[in-house]
């Protein structure tokens, strides 16, 4: 079972539609967390960084939320666009891991007009 | 762009061939990594430089050999692969070393197809 689990594998909207993704994790003690995003055809970019301290972190439309004691973040998506259809992929760094990156297998996200 | 190329963005291969792919950043980054990406899997991490001597190696088998001649270039030369090596191979860069606080700057990937 992997230390990090995605839902839901994938996902479409409507355009100007908001969506949440859920990102579970069970890698302890815990050092940070990152949100990516990847367009079909690129590698992964990232949207956001959070570590223990943070609850919430924007960038743009994207907001990502940590809650550290039950090990869940969410990538809420606002007023979604058709270039937001994408792979987004959370992404944990763990001490027991050597602060290695854990990756989960991402939520596939289609926005349609 | 990421600041970070791939080539050949495209392979396909016998497995009785031999390949490499190729990887330059221009970020002045000191760490660079290999990553295999397949279909609704985790990216799965197989090497990492940091200033140019490699610092891990995730039991890849021997069938991948990476070289690192400077901080901006990496390679990953490739033999007698199997059909299940087919995926799509992610090179990425980080400034000072391999600390996970450092953001991982990804290149458009190389889709290797073995048949």
């Known amino acids: 079972k992997n230390q990090v689990e995605q839902s839901p594998q994938s996902l479409i909207i409507l355009e100007g539609k908001n969506c949440t993704l859920q990102c579970n994790y069970t890698v302890s003690p815990f050092s940070n967390l990152r949100w990516y995003k990847q367009d079909t055809g690129r590698g992964p970019v990232s949207l956001t960084i959070?570590?223990?301290?943070?609850n919430t972190k924007s960038n743009g439309r994207y907001t990502a939320t940590l809650d550290a004691d039950t090990k869940q973040s969410s990538l809420h998506i606002t007023a979604s666009q058709l270039s937001d259809s994408a792979s987004y992929i959370c992404v944990v760094s763990g001490q027991e891991y050597g602060n290695k990156l854990v990756f989960g297998a991402g939520t596939i996200l289609r926005v349609k007009s | 762009e990421t600041g970070v190329t791939q080539t050949p963005r495209h392979l396909v291969m016998g497995m009785t061939n031999k390949k490499s792919l190729k990887c330059e950043q221009h970020l002045g980054h000191n760490a660079m990594y290999w990553y295999k990406q397949s279909a609704k899997k985790p990216l799965e991490l197989m090497f990492v430089?940091?200033?140019?001597?490699?610092?891990e190696n995730n039991s890849v088998p021997s069938r991948f050999s990476p070289e690192c001649p400077n901080s901006s270039h990496l390679f990953l030369h490739l033999h007698t692969l199997q059909p299940e090596d087919s995926a799509l191979y992610l090179c990425a860069s980080s400034r000072e070393g391999v600390s996970s606080y450092n953001e991982q700057f990804f290149g458009p990937g190389t889709r290797l197809t073995v048949l």
């Open positions: 959070m570590t223990f301290s943070e």
């Open positions: 430089y940091s200033l140019e001597e490699r610092v």
